[in-house]
Each structure stands twice: as structure tokens, then as C-alpha cells.
């Protein structure tokens, strides 16, 4: 069964440094996103992406965050410059379709800023 | 603004008895709504949707979700829980994109 896959599953970082996560969508799905938990509380939104641009971000999505798929089959999401509050569950999802099919979701990177 | 909530944080019940996670939403038109599953450290996992049609939708492991229009509610359900169904459980709501409830933990004793 085709999946989602993420990585590192688990990056410890100083603050202050740029970390890149990254994300491997299934193959024929066309809308890609990143969500973040923080210890195993609600999953926010942070960013959808759709034929190479963003098409929605939230409030949490600040200019500390970008994201890019550099290639036909990696999306990754930058932080540039790492805050303590940045520690969280980072999810990778992909769907299909805008429509009424679910979305797949990555096992996530767990990224400690200390 | 399109929403989901989940009024319970925390559901605990004995293995073998009814199990129910609630969700309630709030949004213009029809709504694509989805129950996913999260075990400790690891990813979402989706159980079942409802986009039209029946109001009692089956899913995985013995899950269902009964929608009910006039309520604006769309709660989960097992008739015989299971240990291992201890979890986080979420409800979403699809626009373009999922939108989460704030969860519900879910102990099943033994």
C-alpha cells in the first residue's frame, strides 16, 4: 500500500538553526501539506501546497517557514531560524484530490529545539 | 468559519462495553467529514468518512460514525471496545484542506 514517508523521524536541533524536514507524498497525489502537534495536542494546519505554490497558510506559517518540493518527488519544510516553541510533531499529509478522498499522513519528525 | 469540536478530552470505558467519541460541526453546505486514529508516536491514521449518502458509515476495526444533519454531529462508534483501541482519536472537517478537532483520549481497561 502506497504511503507517506518522513524524514528524520526525530531531529534535535539548537535554537537558532535552520532545519529542513522533509517528506515523501505518494506518487499520483497532487495536494501536499504540513501539520504540526505539540505533545500529542491538537493537529494545526500550517501550510498547503498545490502545482509548486502555496494555496493556504496559517497564522503559525510565519516568515520563519517555507516550503518546496525541489524535485518530482520530495516536499520539505524549512525553519530558518529554530525557536523553543518550534518543538512539536511535524506531519506530512497528501491527497489525491481537493474532493471527498481522505488525506494520507506521514509518520512525522519529532523536532526538539533546545 | 467551518469547525469541528470534540467536547470530550477524555473517554474511558471497560473492554467489551459500547464505545462513543463525539464530534460536532459547524459549516456552510454539505460537509466531508473523517475520524483518524493517532497511537502513541506514531502518524494519523484514517478510519472512515461520511460525503453523502447512508448516515451510518463503517470503517476500519470495527468502527463506525453515525452523522446526524439536524444535530450537526457526527460521533464515532464501537459496540465492543477493546484494549488495544486505546488511542487519540480526532474528527476533521474538509475544505481544501483538514481541519481538526482538539481530540479525544480513549482508555480502554481491561
Known amino acids: 500500500e502506497p504511503e507517506v514517508t518522513q524524514t528524520p523521524s526525530h531531529q534535535v536541533t539548537q535554537m537558532g538553526q535552520e532545519v529542513i524536514l522533509r517528506c515523501v507524498p505518494i506518487?499520483?497525489?497532487?495536494?501536499f501539506y504540513w501539520y504540526r502537534q505539540i505533545l500529542g495536542q491538537k493537529v494545526e494546519f500550517l501550510v498547503s501546497?498545490?502545482?509548486?505554490?502555496?494555496?493556504?497558510k496559517s497564522e503559525i506559517f510565519d516568515d520563519q517557514f517555507s516550503v518546496e518540493r525541489p524535485d518530482g518527488s520530495n516536499f520539505t519544510l524549512k525553519i530558518r531560524s529554530t525557536k523553543l516553541e518550534d518543538s512539536a510533531m511535524y506531519f506530512c499529509?497528501?491527497?489525491?484530490?481537493?474532493?471527498?478522498?481522505?488525506?494520507?499522513f506521514g509518520q512525522g519528525t519529532r523536532l526538539t529545539v533546545v | 468559519a467551518q469547525s469541528v469540536a470534540q467536547p470530550e478530552d477524555q473517554v474511558n470505558v471497560a473492554e467489551g462495553n459500547p464505545l462513543t467519541v463525539k464530534c460536532t460541526y459547524s459549516?456552510?453546505?454539505?460537509?466531508?467529514l473523517f475520524w483518524y486514529v493517532q497511537y502513541p508516536n506514531r502518524g494519523l491514521q484514517f478510519l472512515l468518512k461520511?460525503?453523502?449518502?447512508?448516515?451510518l458509515v463503517k470503517g476500519s476495526y470495527g468502527f463506525e460514525a453515525e452523522f446526524n444533519k439536524s444535530q450537526t454531529s457526527f460521533h464515532l462508534k464501537k459496540p465492543s471496545a477493546l484494549v488495544s483501541d486505546s488511542a487519540l482519536y480526532f474528527c476533521?472537517?474538509?475544505?481544501?484542506?483538514?481541519?481538526f478537532g482538539a481530540g479525544t483520549t480513549v482508555t480502554v481497561r481491561a
Open positions: 499529509a497528501s491527497m489525491i484530490d481537493r474532493g471527498p478522498n481522505e488525506a494520507f
Open positions: 506518487s499520483n497525489h497532487l495536494y
Open positions: 501546497f498545490y502545482n509548486n505554490e502555496i494555496s493556504e
Open positions: 459549516v456552510s453546505g454539505n460537509p466531508y
Open positions: 461520511y460525503i453523502t449518502g447512508d448516515n
Open positions: 476533521a472537517l474538509k475544505d481544501y484542506k483538514l481541519s
